[in-house]
Nanobody
Framework: QVQLVESGGGLVQAGGSLRLSCAASGRTFSSYAMGWFRQAPGKEREFVAAISWSSGSTYYADSVKGRFTISRDNAKNTVYLQMNSLKPEDTAVYYC?????????????????WGQGTRVTVSS
């Protein structure tokens, strides 16, 4: 079992930055691929970014590529999402997720464990 707790959300003006953190419990965190998803009001949950267990591979949705950076610190059991040049359309609840199979996938069903989410609001 892995428990995930996100933090770092908040209210920011367009063009600003936030860094989300996701702290994981469990000794096997370093072997899991990790992902970030988001869900805006009235919309389906969508993929944002993913990272392999070794940080050797990262993947991004086209909508955030060049603005967001996913990273992880296996010694701290934490994955991060640095969000720069934020836009109002980035407003959503952001979730981190863990994939024990290590696929770093873009689909929510590939992830077995989820956090409760942290809200990000970008004002125009």
């Amino acid at each position: 079992q892995v428990q995930l707790v996100e933090s770092g959300g908040g209210l920011v003006q367009a063009g600003g930055s936030l860094r989300l953190s996701c702290a994981a419990s469990g000794r096997t965190f370093s072997s899991y691929a990790m992902g970030w998803f988001r869900q805006a009001p009235g919309k389906e949950r969508e993929f944002v970014a993913a990272i392999s267990w070794s940080s050797g591979s990262t993947y991004y949705a086209d909508s955030v590529k060049g603005r967001f950076t996913i990273s992880r610190d296996n010694a701290k059991n934490t994955v991060y999402l640095q969000m720069n040049s934020l836009k109002p359309e980035d407003t959503a609840v952001y979730y981190c997720a863990a994939d024990p199979m290590g696929y770093s996938g873009r689909y929510y069903y590939q992830y077995d464990y989820w956090g409760q989410g942290t809200r990000v609001t970008v004002s125009s």
